[in-house]
């Protein structure tokens, strides 16, 4: 039997987390979940929001299945999910967006990945007070890493049959910095001819995106950008709680969706578990259940353009175990 981490998270990550675990389950997939703990529950329980176990067990297992966790804004700890990225070197983010047939959205047919350094630029956490009054962030951007997620990026075209890859910078102003991505996205990109590549600077990405998304298969682009533009890409599909993303190392791989822990909602069964089902999917995938990927997927497809046993946000009225519920019925 397949070993999995999992760690059921912050806010709503216990409710969502339970549901994916149903929901794989109900798709005959044999899983021994190794759960361990991370985030605001982990600092409270073991006095540190990473316990050494955490990390160990991803290590060993090679793949996490992980729900939102919280951060304290402005002080206390540093983000866990950034500090697990880059401890494991789990330096490509894969989040893709796809439009699910029947979301209300002005925008159809999308289907973009963006593919996000996940290990330095301005995420590196290396910041100062230069006395009371200003602060310092420094950017870290270097060839090794910029080369090495412009050749997954085109990997993944390839793989994946994408005929186009968009490298996004801010090189126009952040010569040096953003200059360095850009010069190394196009060395790499001189490699995989058969793939279109072009650039663009991310502000007009920004208004790209809305405009012609369809214009755009994969993008790749350094840590901040990529936040930022699988958010509106999220945008584009319906919201933040319909996409899941992969954080992907040469070692280990953990899925998780790409919203956060919704605080406000925690135990309250109101939680859209989809990004958490398509984090799983994405999973499932990834370890060669390919079938069963394919059948959650097309479940889930079903039952949010039905729209009725969906949650608030997709205009239905199912709370988070019932939606799970129905689509367990479905898989069965
Ligand atoms: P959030 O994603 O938690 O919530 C933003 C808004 O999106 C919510 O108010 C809600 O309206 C909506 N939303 C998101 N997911 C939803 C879902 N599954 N069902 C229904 N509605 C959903 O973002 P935030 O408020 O900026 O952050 C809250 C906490 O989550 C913070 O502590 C932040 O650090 C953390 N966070 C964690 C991760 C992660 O673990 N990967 C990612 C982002 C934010």
């Known amino acids: 039997m397949r070993k999995v981490t999992l760690i059921r998270g912050d806010g709503i990550g216990p409710e969502i987390a339970a549901a994916a675990i149903t929901v794989i389950k109900a798709a005959g997939v044999n899983i021994k979940w190794e759960e361990v703990s991370a985030g605001a529950g982990a600092l409270e329980k073991f006095g540190t929001p990473i316990p050494r176990e955490t990390v160990e067990s991803i290590n060993k297992t090679g793949v996490a299945l992980k729900a939102p966790l919280t951060t304290p804004v402005g002080s206390g700890f540093r983000s866990v999910n950034v500090?697990?990225?880059?401890?494991l070197d789990l330096y490509a983010n894969l989040r893709p967006s796809?439009?699910?047939?029947?979301?209300?959205?002005?925008?159809?047919?999308?289907d973009l990945v963006v593919v996000r350094e996940n290990t330095e630029d301005l995420y590196a956490g290396v910041e100062?007070?230069?006395?009371?009054d200003a602060a310092e962030s420094i950017k870290i951007i270097t060839r090794k890493a910029s080369e090495?997620?412009?050749h997954f990026a085109f990997d993944y075209a390839l793989k994946a049959g994408r005929k186009k890859v968009t490298a996004v910078h801010k090189a126009n102003i952040m010569k040096l910095s953003d200059g360095l991505f850009l010069e190394s996205a196009r060395h790499v990109a001189e490699q995989y001819p058969q793939v279109e590549f072009e650039d663009r600077i991310v502000d007009n990405m920004a208004m790209q995106l809305v405009l012609k998304p369809h214009l755009y298969e994969v993008i790749v682009a350094p840590n901040l950008y990529g936040d930022i533009l699988s958010d509106l890409c999220a945008g584009l599909v319906g919201g933040l709680g319909l996409v899941p993303g992969a954080n992907i190392g040469d070692n280990a791989a953990l899925f998780e969706p790409v919203h956060g822990s919704v605080p406000k909602y925690a135990g309250q069964n109101r939680a859209n578990p989809t990004a958490m089902i398509m984090a799983a999917v994405m999973m499932l995938g990834y370890i060669g259940e390919n079938e069963a990927a394919g059948r959650i997927q097309n479940a889930l497809a079903e039952l949010i353009k039905e729209g009725k046993q969906v949650t608030a946000d997709l205009g239905g009225s199912a709370g988070t175990k019932e939606m799970a519920a129905a689509l367990t019925e479905m898989l069965r």
């Open 128 to 132: 100062h007070m230069v006395g009371e």
């Open 148 to 150: 090495r997620i412009v």
């Open 83 to 87: 500090a697990l990225r880059m401890e």
């Open 98 to 110: 796809k439009t699910f047939p029947g979301i209300a959205s002005p925008f159809t047919d999308i």
